[in-house]
């Protein structure tokens, strides 16, 4: 069982910075990937980004290229999502996921059904 815990949502004005924190429990984080999911009100729960266990490759949803990092700290059970130049869009419950013993350390997965574990989730709020 692994459990996933997000912290770092809150509000920001368009334009600032939040970044978001995932502590996940268990053995098996550094064979888990990893990724990041939003939903907003009425709206589906859209990916955002993913990281391979290794940490080596990384891909994100054409709508925060360049302005968000996702990264992850094996030694702390940790995954991160830095998130700049946040518009109001941006506005939603964040996720955390992992999808654990992944095979290939370089392996990452962009649908929601891919993933096993899913945290409880943590509000961005964006100001216009």
């Known amino acids: 069982q692994v459990q996933l815990v997000e912290s770092g949502g809150g509000l920001v004005q368009a334009g600032g910075s939040l970044r978001l924190s995932c502590a996940a429990s268990g053995r098996t984080f550094s064979s888990s990937a990893m990724g990041w999911f939003r939903q907003a009100p009425g709206k589906e729960r859209d990916f955002v980004a993913t990281i391979s266990p290794s940490g080596g490759t990384t891909y994100y949803a054409d709508s925060v290229k360049g302005r968000f990092t996702i990264s992850r700290d094996n030694a702390k059970n940790t995954v991160y999502l830095q998130m700049n130049s946040l518009k109001p869009e941006d506005m939603a419950v964040y996720y955390c996921?992992?999808?654990?013993?992944?095979?290939?350390?370089?392996?990452?997965?962009?649908?929601?059904?891919?993933?096993?574990?899913w945290g409880q989730g943590t509000q961005v709020t964006v100001s216009s």
């Open positions: 996921a992992a999808r654990i013993n992944t095979i290939y350390s370089y392996s990452i997965y962009l649908r929601s059904n891919e993933y096993q574990y």
